[in-house]
């Protein structure tokens, strides 16, 4: 009779949910989850849909590269020559390791091994930062030469280059990120001296991570210095790019305006006239406008994915994951994989085009 | 079994510690996670955007009283009506129904506590109102004349107004309607409770479901055009401009790519709430529910695939625009199958004309017309006279306006006996949805004959023969004025003064109304029993709450057959 009466309560809709005790929640679950297993599947499902709108957003930029490309296939074949495919692929090796290192940070997670977790999370931060300081020698050696976006490209393949060894914009890239470093072993070194363990090996990570950043500037200034040494031997891949003149002497758009126009006849001396008058063809400058947005957003996905794992990093330092909790590794990590697809899609449309 | 006083406690009127007073001060309310707080800080901001706009609305009715200018000059209406539309589309129109009655009814329905994710909920909110912030620049500094679409390459080069605030805004906007939609998407995957299946949930939950999946897809490719347009007027990057051998075209067809499906952004949840309130009110089972809940499905799905008759006469190819034409005429069928289904759900129903009713049966009217001129414009031929026309802008404001606000005022009036608790005054409430209405059919419907007469839209000045009907026009606009700020106001009363509301005073099978009204912060203080969201047997009218209270399904005390034994 007991048991039938029990039975009888517990299925009862007048059953006050907060006060009976088949729902007792562990620490981890939010209120209004029921099981560890739906909040799991909730987030899971979650990041996948915002990675549907992160692949939208880009499919923007996207179609908009393949409408141009479709348009104006010319500019893309003599304006890829001015990127770097050896910078450009290493940042595609030092992804692909970063991506390795997150799927071992996630499955320790999942082992509830939350220092291999830390250890892979910090190597895979280290490897965005060393992509972030190459690009960042990538980027301020296009803007020392001219090869800016849409109406501020100025580049003219004749002109005297000054190759500078580090330019004022790398430096002015630098600044952030050396602050960044100083504060970090600042608080680092102060925690660990003071016995705050877990705050202090945070910072310290964060430290390294910048130290990464540096590490991606020294090895591409080097690499640049080697090209410029050989381009004075007149052997280098730059050297060949320059030598022969990759940009024609014909305005792609004083080109297409003709032709529309129909004056066949008129058309060279149109050519010849806007020629002179513009001796820079902005539409090249257009490709450099496709190329900055999409890199600078990839860019900024990389940033965002910095401090989505930091988090990650530091919440594994303070062991919080173990098998039936390691939900935010798993997201991150899908986010990051993301990024690192998008470079992977990036990278053959941007550098290597025949 | 459960006496009087827990009766009253589970299924009436909340006497105390429910979600309006479980905790207290501003800050309470700005850092809530509770999405039924949520839902009534959307609503603030949304009715005072519909105001704003509403504002702006009657300033250009009253401008085009007389066909010559009057008391505006060519700029400032061109500000106006750009103003107009934008305001009312992002801040009023796409976050109307699924963030006020999306957000407060949603979890209810599903019978879970909240959203999945509240603390996105939030974020949403508190990104609405930067968005909105962003408007407030544009509109105390050098406004917007672009109209609301940006069209490339007015507002990249020629626009001298504040272009770049107003575009930050929408993209703002953008993720707030994302992230609001990301969530609904995964509260209805993962927080059904037992019993709760697919083909239970009810058709409102359809209807923001679907219209979640178009903001999940569509508004992201908006967001990343919103930032092209803002980095190519400030540094002229070329993509969208012919000069560098850009294409002005592509910016529409990426505008488009999104603003069609947000068409349906706007429109799939109004339908929703119709499809709820006519079973309701009708008491009687929808009619087709799952021909009803595919349709929304379809709609959204089809909806990415007919942006470009909005470029009929934009310049693309005759090809294109024939596809886009056909695959235009195929969203017809969906929103028919709606129409009929609602139409056989009232036919034998038990018709109750109470005041979303009435809204209701102004919807399916106002909509029926707004759908059936929208193929005309989607027929080419048609569509090559009629274009740039007030006919054009007669069509959408049947379907935004008469739809999807109609159904927004309708859907407010039947839920706020949950939302604050008390009854509106009903007499009152009746008589300003009339207002509504034939204001709205006097506003609008001599735009259909001054469009297909040739008037053109956007145009300051007219020819005095469509002078009757801009006349006409304005002054249906300030009735629909009186009906619509009658309307609101009659909530407001309601809400401080109204009769107390018991939980289910409709008779409402769905699960929202099994909390007290108003409900408690975890929404159920009880077990949810789920049933069919139309068996109106399942509730039983109870005197002592003044109110329906769910049958209690009879159970056997002890189950009739042992479970095998597992053998090894």
Not at chain 2, 224 to 245: H, M, N, Q
Request: with cysteine; glycine share 8%; hydrophobic share 50%.
């Amino acid at each position: 009779m007991a048991s039938t009466n029990v039975v009888r309560d517990e299925y009862s809709p007048l059953v006050d949910l907060e006060h009976s005790h088949e729902h007792e929640h562990a620490p981890f679950i939010a209120h209004h989850f029921y099981t560890a297993e739906q909040q799991f599947d909730s987030g899971k499902l979650g990041i996948w849909l915002f990675l549907v709108t992160e692949v939208l957003f880009f499919g923007g930029l996207f179609v908009a590269y393949i409408i141009y490309r479709y348009n104006r296939p010319e500019v893309f074949i003599d304006a890829h020559q001015y990127l770097d495919t050896l910078l450009g692929g290493l940042n595609t090796i030092v992804l692909l390791f970063s991506s390795l290192t997150m799927a071992w940070g996630v499955r320790a997670a999942q082992m509830g091994d939350n220092k291999t977790t830390a250890i892979s999370v910090l190597v895979t931060m280290v490897c965005a930062a060393i992509f972030l300081g190459v690009k960042a020698v990538e980027y301020s050696h296009k803007w020392d030469l001219g090869l800016l976006p849409g109406n501020m490209f100025s580049y003219d393949p004749h002109a005297e280059h000054p190759h500078h060894m580090i330019s004022d914009y790398l430096i002015l890239l630098c600044i952030p990120f050396a602050i960044v470093f100083v504060v970090t072993a600042l608080i680092s070194i102060l925690n660990l001296r003071t016995g705050q363990t877990l705050a202090g090996r945070f910072h310290g990570g964060l430290a390294i991570t910048m130290l990464g950043f540096f590490l991606g500037v020294v090895v591409g200034v080097v690499w640049n210095a080697n090209m410029i040494s050989h381009e004075e031997h007149g052997e280098g891949h730059h050297a060949a790019a320059v030598g022969e003149s990759p940009v024609r002497p014909v305005s792609y758009v004083a080109d297409d305006a003709t032709s529309k126009s129909g004056a066949a006849d008129a058309s060279p001396a149109t050519a010849t006239a806007s020629n002179v008058a513009h001796p820079i063809d902005k539409s090249l400058g257009v490709f450099f406008s496709i190329y900055y947005c999409m890199t600078g957003l990839h860019a900024i996905h990389i940033i965002g994915g910095i401090i989505a794992l930091s988090w990650i990093f530091y919440r594994s330092l303070a062991a919080h994951w173990r098998p039936d909790y390691f939900g935010p590794v798993d997201y991150v990590g899908l986010y990051w994989h993301l990024v690192d697809l998008i470079w992977i899609y990036l990278f053959p449309l941007m550098y290597l085009i025949r | 079994m459960a006496t009087v006083t827990q009766k009253q406690q589970l299924f009436g009127h909340a006497a105390s510690n429910h979600y309006l007073d479980a905790s207290r001060g501003v800050m309470s309310w700005i850092f809530t996670l509770d999405h039924k707080r949520i839902a009534i800080m959307y609503m603030y901001g949304v009715i005072a955007s519909l105001f704003l706009a509403g504002i702006f609305a009657l300033v250009l009715r009253t401008e085009l009283y007389t066909p010559g200018p009057w008391f505006l000059s060519n700029a400032v209406y061109n500000q106006m009506f750009t103003l107009h539309g934008a305001v009312m589309v992002f801040l009023f129109i796409i976050p109307s129904v699924p963030a006020i009655i999306g957000n407060f009814v949603l979890p209810m329905m599903l019978g879970a506590k909240d959203v999945a994710f509240p603390r996105l909920n939030l974020a949403s909110l508190w990104l609405y109102w930067l968005g909105g912030i962003f408007f407030i620049v544009v509109l105390s500094t050098t406004q917007l004349d672009t109209g609301w679409t940006f069209y490339t390459p007015y507002s990249t080069s020629s626009s001298k107004t504040n272009v770049i605030a107003a575009t930050l805004g929408a993209f703002i906007l953008g993720f707030s309607s994302i992230f609001t939609g990301l969530n609904f998407i995964v509260t209805i995957n993962t927080m059904r409770p037992k019993g709760m299946t697919w083909f239970r949930l009810p058709l409102l939950l359809w209807g923001l479901y679907s219209t979640s999946i178009i903001q999940v897809l569509a508004t992201p490719v908006l967001g990343i055009t919103l930032l092209l347009l803002i980095v190519e007027r400030t540094l002229k990057l070329g993509i969208f401009d012919p000069a560098y051998g850009g294409d002005p075209l592509l910016y529409q067809h990426f505008f488009w790519f999104y603003s069609h499906p947000a068409v349906y952004i706007m429109i799939l949840p109004a339908m929703g709430v119709i499809s709820e309130m006519l079973a309701v009110h009708c008491r009687k089972e929808v009619f087709g529910y799952k021909f009803i809940a595919m349709s929304s499905v379809a709609i959204a799905l089809i909806g990415f695939l007919v942006w470009g008759h909005h470029m009929f006469t934009s310049g693309q190819s005759e090809l294109t625009s024939l596809v886009f034409s056909a695959i235009t005429f195929s969203v017809a069928v969906p929103s028919a199958v709606k129409v009929f289904n609602w139409l056989c759900t009232m036919y034998r129903g038990d018709i109750n004309l109470s005041t979303p009713m009435l809204y209701v049966m102004s919807f399916i009217f106002l909509f029926g017309i707004g759908g059936l001129t929208g193929l005309w414009l989607g027929a080419l031929s048609t569509d090559i006279p009629l274009h740039d026309t007030y006919f054009v802008v007669a069509h959408f404001h049947y379907v935004m306006v008469g739809g999807t606000m109609t159904a927004l005022l309708g859907g407010l009036f039947h839920w706020w006996p949950k939302f604050s608790g008390r009854m509106y005054n009903e007499p009152l409430g009746k008589l300003f949805c009339f207002f509504v209405f034939a204001g709205f059919n006097l506003t609008f419907f001599p735009q259909f004959i001054m469009g297909s007469l040739g008037m053109p839209r956007r145009y300051h000045e007219y020819a005095e023969i469509y002078q009757i009907y801009h006349q006409a026009s304005t002054w249906g606009a300030f009735t629909l004025g009186i009906g619509i700020f009658g309307a609101v106001m009659v909530l407001v009363y309601a809400w401080f003064f109204g009769r107390k509301a018991s939980g289910n005073p409709w008779g409402a099978a769905t699960l929202e109304w099994q909390c007290s009204s108003p409900p408690s912060f975890h929404n159920f203080e009880h077990r949810v029993i789920v049933s069919e969201p139309y068996d109106f047997e399942s509730v039983i009218y109870d005197e002592s709450v003044d109110g329906y209270i769910p049958v209690i399904p009879k159970r056997d005390l002890a189950p009739n057959q042992q479970p095998a034994t597992a053998t090894h």
